[in-house]
């Protein structure tokens, strides 16, 4: 137990679905990500978010959208999506960026996502 | 482009040896590199970090060694226990804002009784 928490572990969806995926932490962390594992690819960072505001986005397709209401929840907004959008999909926070600390990101469990 | 590269998809390591997992990167400005483990249908789990200033960092049977010159950096698990089977996922920190973690491929460690 990391003390993020992500919802739900397994989404099946088709293309013309929508849906949201959530995750959530109480560590007092005010950064959170949303990372992508493919098979046999690096974790692939999408979005962070630093106090609430969205500090990058990786060159991500806008039929993923995120949300981040609060420094505890974070969201991914899913509309139209491809197969190839099937992965795993990981939320984390960590501390914001403070130097010479090495302050790990926290994962969640993931939510496996497929898209039919 | 990669970053962070691990080119050992997989490794097998006898119970009670040393596992010894690799990493290359390529980005002089990553302060802190770090090791993740993951089991299936899980997270990643923190495992030890070192910062770039330092060569070596050391937690009970995980020890992490740092080659700048090299831009190499490689976990060795001593001795290594079945419990050790997972992914390993090597991680290197920049800060640009917030902090961001750059990932690698992955290593899959079996360990065999």
């Known amino acids: 137990e990391t003390g993020v928490t992500q919802t739900p572990r397994h989404l099946v969806m088709g293309m013309t679905n929508k849906k949201s995926l959530k995750c959530e932490q109480h560590l007092g962390h005010n950064a959170m990500y949303w990372y992508k594992q493919s098979a046999k690819k ?5 979005f962070v978010y630093n106090f609430k505001e969205q500090t990058e986005n990786n060159s991500v397709p806008s039929r993923f959208s995120p949300e981040c209401p609060n420094s505890s929840h974070l969201f991914l907004h899913l509309h139209t999506l491809q197969p190839e959008d099937s992965a795993l999909y990981l939320c984390a926070s960590s501390h914001p960026s403070e130097g010479g600390t090495g302050t790990e990101a926290f994962f969640g469990q993931g939510t496996r996502l497929t898209v039919v | 482009d990669q970053q962070v590269k691990q080119n050992s998809p997989s490794l097998s390591v006898q119970e009670g040896r040393i596992s010894i997992l690799n ?5 002089s400005m990553f302060d802190y590199f770090l090791w993740y ?11 030890i970090s070192i910062s770039s200033i330092k060569d070596k960092n050391e937690d009970g049977r995980f020890t ?8 190499h950096l490689s976990l060795h698990i ?11 996922f090597c991680a290197a920190r920049i800060i640009q804002g ?3 973690l750059v990932f690698g491929q ?8």
Request: proline content about 12%; charged content about 20%; overall charge positive.
């Open chain 2, 98 to 100: 917030a902090q961001k």
């Open chain 2, 37 to 47: 483990k993951k089991y299936p249908a899980e997270g990643p789990t923190f495992l």
């Open chain 2, 23 to 27: 990493c290359d990167y390529t980005n």
């Open chain 2, 106 to 113: 992955g290593t899959r460690l079996t360990i065999n009784p």
């Open chain 2, 78 to 88: 001593v001795p290594s226990q079945p419990g050790d089977s997972a992914v390993y």
């Open chain 2, 64 to 71: 992490v060694f740092l080659n700048k010159s090299a831009k």
């Open chain 1, 42 to 46: 690096p974790l692939e960072l999408m």
